[in-house]
């Protein structure tokens, strides 16, 4: 019984330990970011539709530690309200040589927007650019759309690719940077209609 008892302890003393840490509350970032980690990005807008703004905040414990992913709804007496938080899902890279850096938006229809830029110091010629997009409804966050892109530091070579979920349609751009007047090859295709995935449910 007392072996039991332990093993219920351990495996809830895991699970606290796996939680995040983001603040459930608070009027601003400062106070919803605990002391010590580093605020990475924020970004406000209406993501809900009702009429107030919300608040997206992506923060670290640390340098080498995975981003936490926070949504907050804003409330009418000026606090923001935890929806989620979304640990381990973040675009983040633990190779030598490679750094990204995350950017989030919410656009005036209130599309989250999380942009990451991979890029290399050494052992690659090439950087790549996601961008993931999502949109509130039927009480929660669906991705509609993403798009990738990369190029070549040595050809100037680039092709970019463009998924709209909703339309279900690929939009595929090839270009080159390096040449003056190249015309673009745009190819369009069409994707297979599946169920939109929530946040949270992959890694981006």
Not at 9 to 30: E, P
Not at 166 to 187: A, C, E, P, S, W
Request: aromatic share 12%; charged share 25%.
């Amino acid at each position: 019984m007392k072996r039991t008892i332990l093993m219920v302890l351990m495996v809830c003393g895991m699970a606290a330990a796996a939680q995040t840490n983001l603040r459930t509350t608070g009027r601003n970032v400062q106070e919803l970011v605990p002391e010590g980690w580093i605020n990475i990005a924020e970004a406000q807008g209406d993501l809900n539709k009702d009429g107030i703004e919300d608040l997206v905040v992506v923060a670290a414990p640390g340098e080498d530690e995975w981003p936490v992913l926070g949504i907050y709804w804003g409330g009418k007496q000026g606090r923001f309200n935890i929806y989620q938080a979304y640990d381990s899902i973040m675009p983040h890279s633990d190779e030598e040589f490679s750094m990204v850096d995350l950017s989030i938006s919410i656009t005036k229809r209130g599309v989250l927007r999380i942009d990451s830029q991979l890029s290399y110091s050494a052992g690659s010629t090439g950087n790549e650019r996601q961008t993931h997009m999502f949109r509130y409804q039927d009480g929660d966050f669906y991705q509609i759309g993403f798009e990738i892109a990369s190029y070549s530091r040595y050809t100037g070579e680039s092709e970019e690719q463009s998924y709209n979920y909703l339309t279900h349609k690929r939009k595929t751009t090839y270009g080159n940077v390096f040449q003056d007047g190249y015309k673009d090859k745009i190819v369009w295709s069409n994707l297979e209609r599946e169920p939109l995935k929530r946040l949270g449910s992959f890694e981006m």
